[in-house]
């Protein structure tokens, strides 16, 4: 009964491919996000969506393109791969509501670009 | 903008020894403060946090406590074992999302 689940865990590519990254959360959570964290452990968040709308979108090149069909779902489509996108990919849900709620995250896709 | 300092690693321990870490914080308003953990291969996990001012989150024998006069959230735990080797992540919440730390590895030696 995994709450966060991501697929694949490993992804292995070559340069200029195209490749989509799945999420999905079982936990009844309205905001679904998409991290980076690279090969020091630093953490960016690229895009939240709250209830399938876009609400954040950071510095992310257009070659990254989040899609949400429906609040458990937030996929990540990534196009025209390159080098510095080695790095493992993270989503995360939480609850909104009046106070701030923790996020609970997946266990992360290694994408690695050769 | 919001921003979170933590103290750099990697931090090597012994088993039963006492562990800091440093986290400092800036930002405008009241935001809420986390400590995630990420165990190897693993995504972050919560491992405890704070809403407001002189709160004090634990977890797991960890504690921190949201310090305003000082922006900082400091963790510690006061006996460390070999299953707490792991990366802990400083975060801090405000407008939507979540801003971490640098994160710092934590090594504990039997």
């Known amino acids: 009964d995994t709450a966060v689940s991501q697929t694949p865990k490993y992804l292995v590519t070559q340069m200029g491919n195209d490749k989509s990254i799945k999420c999905e959360q079982n936990?009844?959570?309205?905001?679904m996000y998409w991290y980076k964290q690279d090969s020091k452990k630093f953490l960016k968040i690229m895009f939240s969506?709250?209830?399938?709308?876009?609400?954040i979108n950071e510095t992310v090149p257009n070659r990254f393109s989040p899609k949400s069909p429906d609040k458990a779902h937030l996929n990540l489509h990534i196009n025209s791969l390159e080098l510095g996108d080695s790095a493992v990919y993270f989503c995360?849900?939480?609850?909104?509501?009046?106070?701030?709620?923790?996020?609970?995250f997946g266990d992360g896709t290694r994408l690695s670009i050769l | 903008g919001n921003s979170v300092t933590q103290m750099e690693g990697p931090v090597t321990l012994s088993e039963e020894a006492f562990l800091t870490i440093n986290c400092t914080y800036t930002a405008t308003g009241y935001p809420s403060l986390f400590w995630y953990v990420q165990y190897p291969g693993e995504g972050l996990q919560l491992l405890l946090k704070a809403t407001k001012a002189d709160d004090k989150g634990s977890n797991k024998g960890f504690e921190a406590t949201y310090r305003k006069e000082t922006t900082s959230f400091h963790l510690e735990k006061g006996s460390v074992q070999v299953s707490d080797s792991a990366v802990y992540f400083c975060a801090l919440s405000a407008d939507y999302k979540l801003s971490f730390g640098a994160g710092t590895t934590v090594t504990v030696r039997a």
């Open positions: 969506y709250n209830n399938k709308e876009l609400i």
């Open positions: 995360a849900s939480s609850p909104t509501g009046p106070q701030v709620q923790p996020q609970h």
């Open positions: 936990l009844g959570h309205d905001t």
